[in-house]
């Protein structure tokens, strides 16, 4: 029988599936049936430094609503302050003592002061490990590319100093040079790294002439951009790699540890189908190994890496070339019906 386990961020894994940030693991009840599903750890769903401060301002307005319309007071309500990430960590602790799994805390701010203070808290609340999200869209024009890295490179330098619990950073891929950007981070002091970041964009009602919100789920296949980053770091990094993002079938996961990451993040999957699937993809993913002769995980991972394949294009514009160069060959072998 296949051994499926793992180590990521130096956490012993029973497999190479967790669960991304989501609703799903938001409740003791959610995150119970994801372990019994198979999940072999879990990432709670993200605290917002925006979110928090929007619930601020909202509190105030309603406080001050009635503020000063009896001459004999100034308000008719005592006291009271928003009390900002003290829910989200209540909640968060109670789901990391309900399960046996590692829970990983995930945390996105927009201010140095923030990262450092939630981080310290989220680590207080017991969890095994933290998922730093580093979307942000940037919103100044006289900012360089250079200087919004620099940033994050700092405040990892300065968690790696104030932590003592392991984090990995999850990004986007639209930075100047990620490889670079990855690798800064990674000498700074980070654990790993979850390629890549589901990005929620714009959508405009054109009846109603108005922004509108939909439920964003990731499709199969999109993953293959951080299939590319991962194939590309695996043994030039420190650091662990996580792929991310549209990974539904026991083909994608074996995919991803093919180009050489550790484990992978499910989540759209989840919610389409339901958490027992994760339970049928692992199984899928023993069959095969069994099928191939493997034992265990390491003995097949990286294989199709950048660093293994020696000299090899694919990673770059292979596959580029080879339409170009045999486009028959390609269209024949995926006829357009």
Request: charged share 25%; net charge negative.
């Amino acid at each position: 029988m296949a051994n499926l386990n793992v180590e990521f961020m130096g956490l012993h894994l029973k497999n190479p599936i967790i669960v991304g940030a989501c609703t799903l693991s938001a409740s003791v009840e959610g995150a119970q049936e994801l372990e019994r599903a198979g999940a072999a750890a879990i990432v709670y769903k993200s605290l917002f430094e925006e979110q928090i401060q929007m619930e601020r301002a909202q509190l105030a307005d309603e406080l001050d609503e009635y503020t000063d319309r009896n001459a004999e007071m100034t308000s008719i309500f005592p006291a009271i302050e928003h009390a900002g990430a003290k829910a989200h960590i209540m909640k968060l602790s109670e789901v990391k003592n309900a399960v046996s799994i590692p829970v990983i805390a995930s945390l996105n701010c927009i201010y140095d002061v923030t990262w450092f203070d939630y981080a310290k808290q989220l680590e207080d609340a017991g969890v095994d490990a933290l998922e730093l999200n580093f979307y942000q869209m940037p919103g100044d024009v006289d900012k360089t590319a250079a200087q919004l890295e620099d940033e994050k490179v700092e405040i990892v330098k300065t968690l790696k100093k104030r932590l003592s619990i392991p984090f990995c950073i999850k990004l986007s891929p639209y930075y100047t040079n990620t490889l670079n950007f990855v690798n800064r981070l990674d000498q700074a002091g980070a654990a790993a790294f979850v390629l890549f970041n589901r990005l929620f964009q714009p959508e405009i009602d054109i009846h109603a002439e108005r922004h509108v919100t939909n439920f964003n789920l990731s499709h199969q296949g999109d993953y293959k951009l951080g299939l590319r980053y991962v194939g590309l770091l695996y043994k030039k990094i420190a650091g662990g790699l996580c792929g991310a993002n549209g990974i539904y079938t026991y083909e994608d996961v074996l995919q991803m540890l093919l180009s050489g990451a550790g484990i992978v993040q499910m989540v759209s999957a989840l919610y389409k189908n339901d958490p027992s699937y994760i339970a049928q993809v692992l199984s899928e993913l023993e069959q095969w190994m069994d099928k191939k002769g493997y034992k265990s995980i390491d003995e097949f991972r990286g294989k199709l890496s950048d660093n293994e394949l020696k000299a090899s294009d694919i990673y770059y514009r292979a596959q580029y070339l080879d339409f170009i160069l045999h486009p028959e060959e390609i269209i024949n072998k995926y006829p357009m019906r």
